[in-house]
């Protein structure tokens, strides 16, 4: 089953605006990280949380983590045209094996009109 | 330069042949991972693998193999057994359990 379910699909707003997306998973996690796609491209790595964490910065990101809920939250702050791509959330569990797994939700695409 | 790189950038396959797509690595990163994504859509784990000559399948593993002979490469193989193989492949790597590091991607077309 699907670990990350993101919300919204599609966001669309102007630049300067700030653009929140939210990410749901469904069992307990190590880690939950956000990850960039810029289309037809690899994704990049902007921010790792820990499930003992509550909140983290890094430049205009900012995420949430609420174990109690199993969601996260990713706002960006005065957005810009160039942050423009699709926003996904990974969640790190164990499996059965005790193997790490990675999941991640199906993503956001943020458009940021100039 | 580090980083993590995949060949082909694009791929086309004639229905009933295998094709491997290479993923390599030179990070020192213990794991490795396979991922398709289909358009518009998240990514889905085919295979990983934590350490040399171990991998384990993911979600949607049939129709694929792996082999991880080296700790730098990771190649999938996608077999005519895979009904519908066109899509976009990621490759991945980690130290332990923090961040995935992306190659650039491989799209295959299936003709």
């Known amino acids: 089953s699907q670990q990350g379910e993101e919300d919204p699909q599609a966001l669309s707003i102007q630049e300067g605006e700030n653009a929140t997306m939210n990410c749901s998973y469904k069992?307990?996690?190590?880690?939950l990280q956000w990850y960039r796609q810029n289309s037809g491209r690899g994704l990049v790595h902007l921010i790792l949380i820990r499930s003992n964490e509550r909140e983290k910065h890094s430049g205009r990101l900012r995420v949430t983590l609420d174990t109690s809920k199993k969601s996260s939250s990713l706002l960006i702050t005065a957005s810009r045209a160039a942050d423009t791509a699709s926003y996904f959330c990974a969640a790190l569990h164990y499996n059965s094996g005790g193997y790490q797994k990675v999941t991640f939700g199906t993503g956001t695409k943020l458009q940021v009109i100039p | 330069d580090g980083g993590i790189t995949q060949s082909p950038k694009y791929l086309f396959r004639k229905e009933g042949q295998n094709v491997t797509l290479s993923c390599e690595q030179n990070l020192n990163h213990d794991a490795m991972y396979w991922y398709r994504q289909d358009p518009g859509q998240g990514l889905r784990l085919i295979y990983y693998?934590?350490?040399?000559?171990?991998?384990q399948k993911g979600d949607i593993a049939e129709g694929y193999s792996v082999s991880r002979e080296k700790k730098e490469s990771f190649p999938l193989t996608v077999t005519s057994a895979q009904k519908n193989p066109t899509a976009f492949y990621l490759c991945a790597s980690s130290l332990t359990t923090d961040t995935q590091y992306f190659g650039p991607g491989t799209r295959l077309t299936v003709l």
């Open positions: 693998s934590q350490i040399v000559n171990d991998f």
């Open positions: 069992t307990s996690i190590n880690n």
